[in-house]
């Protein structure tokens, strides 16, 4: 079988195509021959050797494909089943903790751009009714972030508010997750194309950050008083103005560090005397994606795809999410 695996060195020019030994499910576990991955900055990350990992490991943190084959003692599972993986292979319910969050897939254990791999039975929920293996591939990080944030942390109900940072992939579930949810929608972009698509999909305002510098302060006006859900997604780059945007007992998600946000200074005042809840969070359990899938077939959710690549083309699909010309998620279909 085919799988990519990181190189010795870091970096996108030596990611490498190996030919490995195809595994088979001992008890308790499963054959799953995989045929969609999406691209996450996390995934980034690992790629260009930002996040050390180990020769051959096999990177991407989401997972769709089939099961083709039972260990014993299985039967959550059928030779047939569609299925999806889970960003913490061990985290199936309850709280995090430092043992379920150990494994992450991709990174500390092999992800899946590959044909195949075994897994626990428990690793894996189904995919949504309907879903292609493309679409259902774009939701264990991205779409669990959002979901796990408005719903699960956050508690969104009819006529909060809510900000989204950008247009990638968990932004935009989070648009979706809260539009479904009765929420209204305040957005940023520097591009006036998808500040259209966004308005287009229900955001009432779109800030250019770029143009704008205190965006936050415009948001905050904008919404009447604030946002009371803040998606943020800089980290250090973007954590004054998500403060700056919310409201008073507003509550804003850590969720990311993209661009140079891995630092930087907060204004603490503002912090205090709003009275803001601030929640850092990485994707999340087995239940919650399964809860996410069963809202997500009952409101008709379906993700936006900008761009499918091939199997030997992620060095070219990483290039690609770089370019920050995407909106919504990017995947690789084999």
């Known amino acids: 079988m085919k799988a990519v695996c990181i190189g010795s060195e870091g970096g996108l020019q030596h990611l490498q195509i190996k030919e490995l030994p195809q595994p088979s499910p001992g008890p308790g576990e499963v054959l799953v021959r995989w045929h969609a991955t999406s691209l996450n900055f996390h995934d980034y990350l690992v790629g260009i050797g930002a996040i050390p990992t180990p020769e051959g490991r096999v990177p991407m943190s989401d997972g769709a494909g089939e099961v083709v084959a039972l260990g014993d003692g299985v039967d959550s599972w059928e030779v047939g089943s569609k299925v999806m993986s889970l ?22 254990v092999d992800g899946y751009l590959t044909e195949y791999s075994v897994l626990p039975a428990e690793a894996l929920t189904r995919i949504p009714k309907g879903y292609s293996y ?18 699960v942390e956050g508690n969104i109900k009819m006529g909060d508010k809510v900000l989204i940072e950008g247009s990638g992939g968990m932004s935009i579930f989070a648009l979706q997750f809260a539009k479904a949810a009765g929420a209204t929608v305040y957005a940023t972009s520097s591009s006036e194309a998808k500040a259209d698509r966004l308005r287009d999909m229900g955001a009432v305002e779109v800030v250019d950050y770029k143009a704008d510098e205190r965006w936050g302060k415009t948001i905050y006006k904008a919404a009447g008083g ?40 907060l204004t603490f005042p503002k912090l205090f005397f709003k009275h803001l809840r601030m929640t850092g969070l990485a994707v999340g359990s087995r239940v919650m994606q399964e809860d996410m899938i069963r809202a997500i077939e009952e409101n008709g959710i379906v993700p936006v795809i900008d761009r499918s690549f091939g199997f030997a083309e992620l060095a070219d699909a990483f290039k690609y999410q770089a370019s920050g010309a995407h909106f919504g998620k990017i995947v690789l279909e084999y």
Not at 139 to 145: H, I, R
Not at 248 to 265: E, F, Q, S, V
Request: hydrophobic share 40%.
């Open 87 to 108: 960003f913490f292979p061990k985290w199936i319910d309850g709280n995090p903790t430092g043992a379920k969050t150990r494994g992450i897939s991709g990174e500390t």
């Open 134 to 151: 493309a679409q259902a591939a774009t939701l264990p990080c991205a779409g669990l972030t959002a979901w796990r944030a408005l719903v």
């Open 226 to 265: 604030g946002v009371d859900h803040v998606l943020d997604v800089g980290g250090g780059s973007t954590m004054s103005q998500s403060i700056e945007a919310a409201a008073m007992g507003g509550h804003i998600y850590a969720i990311g560090i993209l661009g140079n946000g891995r630092k930087g200074t």
